[in-house]
């Protein structure tokens, strides 16, 4: 696989040292300016993203950067880092150990992206996919759920529409995580057949999901929009996008 995995790997985990520092509440909520997707920047997204910044220039990657604090920032290569450097800001104030950082290596859109990498900042476990080489957990092959279990990811951050309606009836079991990367991730690994974040407030960024996206597909699973066409989505911080990402059309299908 792609060496530029390992210095991704080091980001991480030079992430989850500096986190540890950190203390719950007082120092990782602190907000400290407005990112350039328009949301709250706090305190441990830009120690994130500086650590990510100082890597990407101390080991002089070649590739611009596309970040949800920063926006971009052209270093003048034809390839971009695509990057939450954390995913799930929520669950990481609060101690809740379902967090990442998401990097993918691509061009224009989600359909570009060749490289994906999603570390579990709480647990360490790092996912990376390579586009027509497969996904991999920790260095093990995976692949999508071939017998669903009727377990099912989805958003609800306010009121409910058809989809997720569709989902709380059929699912055996439902989860709601709040990490859309790491969701992917699983059901990228067959731990669930479905993930779907839609109706108008479960909106998603292509930071978020570049490299989630990839990951899924490269384990044999399917990522589309609400209406089941395929997912694509210009790499950048301002769109706004559903998405599902499902272990098989069959699955997708039934609750469309």
Excluded: W
């Excluded at 092959?141 to 709380?168: A, Q």
Aim: glycine content about 10%.
């Amino acid at each position: 696989m792609d060496p530029v995995f390992r210095i991704f790997e080091d980001i991480g985990r030079s992430i989850i040292d500096s986190v540890k520092s950190l203390n719950l509440k007082e120092d990782r909520s602190r907000i400290t300016g407005m990112g350039a997707d328009g949301t709250n920047t706090h305190f441990i997204d830009k120690i994130a993203e500086d650590i990510l910044m100082e890597q990407v220039k101390s080991g002089d990657l070649p590739y611009n950067i596309i970040s949800e604090e920063i926006g971009l920032v052209d270093r003048g290569y034809g390839e971009n880092l695509i990057v939450d450097p954390v995913d799930g800001t929520y669950n990481a104030i609060n101690g809740i150990p379902f967090y990442s950082v998401s990097i993918a290596i691509g061009k224009e859109d989600t359909d570009s992206v060749s490289r994906g990498f999603v570390m579990n900042l709480g647990n360490g476990d790092v996912f990376i996919a390579e586009k027509g080489k497969g996904a991999f957990l920790n260095g093990r092959k995976i692949s999508v759920c071939s017998r669903p279990k009727n377990v099912y990811g989805l958003n609800l951050t306010k009121g409910i529409d058809r989809i997720s309606e569709n989902m709380i009836r059929n699912a055996r079991r439902t989860r709601i995580l709040g990490c859309a990367s790491l969701e992917m991730c699983l059901v990228a690994y067959g731990a669930t057949d479905i993930l779907a974040y839609t109706g108008q407030h479960s909106k998603l960024r292509s930071v978020d999901v570049a490299a989630g996206t990839i990951m899924v597909r490269e384990a044999g699973g399917i990522v589309t929009n609400e209406k089941g066409e395929h997912f694509n989505a210009p790499n950048d911080v301002r769109g706004r996008f559903n998405l599902i990402a499902a272990s098989s059309r069959e699955i997708l299908d039934g609750i469309i």
